[in-house]
């Protein structure tokens, strides 16, 4: 299991690359039908879902999964038939699997995506489509996410939400997406972000282990002394 603890060097993007959640044939399948006039016009596409799913993966609680494809979809996609509904489930489910697999082994989710905004706002990027796929699953079950510690959950969200685009009515977010230098920094950082989020929520604090007490040596009964 990941130790709880900040990204370490040992797992950093220079080290350890970013491990791919599906291939790009599934990739593909999955852009496909999300693309497809069979969705509707609501449900999220590839890059959202993606961001949506990878929250998944983090959350303190697992929502059962006809709630999160409800979330997804906006409703039931009109499937060709029982075995395309099973095949594009599974696609999803495995995305979010694999993204569990990738950080309870410390590792770094890769994400669909160049971490760099060159220079246009968020929201104009799919940087921007992500994150807001990703605050999605965090809105799905919002009072998990703050009930135990609601100052540490948005700190640790800031970077995602300031990202999304989402929070732009509100003028402390407003003038943090202006800063163009922040903003390009919490894109470098998402994958170790997203770490940060996984330990926070799924991996228990280290509690130091009791040191043994010491013996005491018993008196020797019935010694003489000389």
Not at 17 to 35: K, N
Not at 45 to 62: K, M, N, T
Not at 64 to 87: C, H, I, K, S, V
Not at 183 to 201: I, N, S, W
Request: glycine residues 4%; negative net charge.
């Amino acid at each position: 299991m990941a130790e709880r603890n900040t990204v370490t060097e040992a797992n950093s993007p220079d080290s350890t690359p970013p491990q791919p959640l599906l291939d790009d044939e599934q990739l593909d399948r999955l852009d496909d039908f999300l693309d497809s006039d069979r969705v509707g016009e609501d449900a999220l596409d590839l890059i959202s879902a993606h961001g949506f799913l990878v929250a998944l993966a983090v959350a303190p609680s697992e929502q059962p999964t006809e709630q999160w494809l409800e979330e997804l979809f906006q409703g039931e996609p009109n499937y060709r038939d029982a075995d395309e509904r099973d095949e594009i489930v599974q696609l999803l489910t495995l995305l979010r699997d694999n993204a569990m697999a990738v950080l309870e082994q410390g590792g770094l989710p890769e994400l669909p995506f160049e971490l760099t905004l060159d220079g246009l706002p968020a929201e104009e990027t799919p940087i921007g489509d992500w994150c807001a796929g990703f605050m999605e699953a965090v809105f799905s079950d919002e009072s998990a996410w703050f009930q135990d510690d609601e100052e540490a959950a948005a700190t640790l969200l800031l970077p995602f939400m300031s990202l999304s685009g989402l929070f732009d009515d509100e003028p402390d977010m407003a003038e943090m997406a202006k800063d163009q230098a922040s903003q390009e920094t919490f894109v470098a950082q998402l994958p170790e972000l997203v770490l940060d989020l996984y330990l926070h929520y799924r991996v228990p604090p280290e509690t130091p282990k009791p040191k043994p007490r010491k013996k005491t040596p018993a008196k020797a009964k019935g010694k003489k002394r000389k």
